[in-house]
């Protein structure tokens, strides 16, 4: 009889120190996954706040594009300063004479 309690009490020690070491694992792998999530959590962070820089950009852009003007515009500027400029040049070489 004692020789089979000595040897339950054996075999429930050797589960128990079996159960320490898994518990040891886990809590490892359960750190390491925490640090993990902390980690990811700043990467999700920045990236928030870059989309956000690059939303703020992109409106800042389509706003540029409306009020840019296009090409035809910029063709009737052009022709109405040429047209100012030999004005001016005709008012300068009739004050000459």
Known sequence: ???EDLDTLGRVV???NLLAERYEILAKSRDEAQARVAELEGSLLAAQK???SLRAEVEYLRMAAVISPDRDQIEQTRAIVSGLVREIDRCITDLSD
């Open 14 to 16: 050797a589960k128990a």
């Open 1 to 3: 009889m004692a020789f």
């Open 50 to 52: 870059e989309l956000e």
